[in-house]
């Protein structure tokens, strides 16, 4: 099983800063990560797929990149309703798929 | 606008059996995958079970497999999990998800989670 390792754990940062989240594979999972960001008392929701594409309706400031086993989540600047959780997710060739343990981006 | 509406969660005593259900809207639910997801109360996020389109093929995790059973009815454009033998750390919200196939798949099966549910609690307890 392919385990992710996302880091940091919490990441503290003030409205308008760039935030930079990693997850890193234990093997290779190629271009097969996506990001969710979930809100308290909500579902996820998915914000990029196949490490860079952006999904349907996500603003430009969510970019993804990496292959391999070393991708990042970069949120270019910090709007109030970006603090959340991220979670990365894998699907590779292997059986089963995999999230991530979570990165808690709050307001410093 | 794609609606999933999760439903049949509640508290069920170990050892007991429950199904849960998702009626999804807004979209061809006969042409996608659809999965379930499940997220322990303050943890993260874990993959169940996932179904092809035709119910060809379905997919379990090691933690549930033959104890969960996925299945999909697309006359009513239904996806349901039945489980049993349910232990403590079955609880969870369950959340049903439908497919985000990727841009250069390299196989059938599921990919990523496009759209989610608002998810329904199962509590396993005595």
């Known amino acids: 099983e392919i ?6 754990a919490t990441l503290s940062l003030s409205p308008g ?8 594979a234990s093997q290779s999972v190629n271009n097969y990560l996506a990001w969710y960001q979930q809100k308290p008392g909500q579902a996820p929701r998915l ?21 391999g086993t070393d991708f990042t989540l970069i949120i270019s600047s910090l709007e109030p309703e970006d603090f959340a959780v991220y979670y990365c997710q894998q699907r ?10 979570g990165t808690k981006v709050e307001i410093k | 606008e794609v609606q999933l509406l ?4 509640g508290l069920v005593q170990p050892g007991g059996s ?8 807004g979209f061809a639910f ?3 995958a659809m999965n379930w ?18 119910s060809g093929s379905t997919y379990y995790a090691d933690s549930v497999k033959g104890r969960f059973t996925i299945s999909r009815d697309n006359s009513k454009n239904t996806l349901y999990l039945q489980m049993i033998s349910l232990r403590a750390e079955d609880t969870a919200v369950y959340y049903c998800a439908k497919d985000q196939p990727s841009s250069q798949p390299f196989g059938v099966g599921i990919y990523y989670f496009g759209h989610w549910g608002r998810g329904t609690l199962v509590t396993v307890s005595s």
Request: net charge positive.
């Open chain 1, 3 to 8: 385990v992710l390792t996302q880091s940091p």
């Open chain 1, 17 to 24: 800063e760039r935030a930079t989240l990693s997850c890193r």
């Open chain 1, 47 to 67: 914000l990029i797929y196949d490490a860079s594409n952006r999904a349907t309706g996500i603003p430009a400031r969510f970019s993804g990149s990496g292959s």
């Open chain 1, 92 to 101: 590779s060739s292997s059986w089963p798929l995999s999230f991530g343990g």
């Open chain 2, 6 to 9: 999760e439903s049949g969660g």
């Open chain 2, 18 to 25: 429950l199904r849960l259900s998702c009626a999804a809207s």
């Open chain 2, 30 to 32: 006969g042409s996608n």
């Open chain 2, 37 to 54: 997801v499940r997220q322990a109360p303050g943890k993260g996020l874990e993959w169940v079970s996932g179904i092809s389109h035709s």
